[in-house]
């Protein structure tokens, strides 16, 4: 069992920067695929982006190139740099990670068994 800790999110302006941080404990995550995921109020919880286990990447649309994951498995730590904030970026954001080591990279939530308590993210206009 790995646990999840997310940090980094705020209260910022429209265009601003935030960079989250997903650390984990417990095991290693290297051999997981890690995604990040948002709620927004009202909302159910969708897919952010997703980095997996042998290093392929994947956004959502809504992303347009504002956002960039990444992780550093010495540290076992996953981050999400993201640029260009928008007041729609306003969420609590998730870090989790796949049930299954090697598996094939899924935006689905129910591919993920470990989730973060998550970080909020607030964009003003």
């Known amino acids: 069992q790995v646990e999840l800790v997310e940090s980094g999110g705020g209260l910022v302006q429209a265009g601003d920067s935030l960079r989250l941080s997903c650390a984990a404990s417990?095991?290693?995550?290297?051999?997981?695929?890690m995604a990040w995921f948002r709620q927004a109020p009202g909302k159910g919880r969708e897919f952010v982006t997703l980095?997996?286990?042998?290093?392929?990447?994947y956004y959502a649309e809504f992303v347009e190139g504002r956002f960039t994951i990444s992780r550093d498995n010495a540290k076992n730590t996953m981050y999400l740099q993201m640029n260009g904030l928008k007041p729609e970026d306003t969420a609590v954001y998730y870090c989790?990670?796949?049930?299954?080591?090697?598996?094939?990279?899924?935006?689905?939530?129910?591919?993920?068994?470990?989730w973060g308590q998550g970080t909020q993210v607030t964009v003003s206009s």
């Open positions: 417990g095991r290693s995550i290297s051999p997981y695929t």
């Open positions: 980095e997996s286990w042998n290093g392929g990447i």
């Open positions: 989790a990670a796949d049930r299954n080591a090697f598996a094939t990279a899924s935006k689905e939530e129910r591919s993920y068994l470990n």
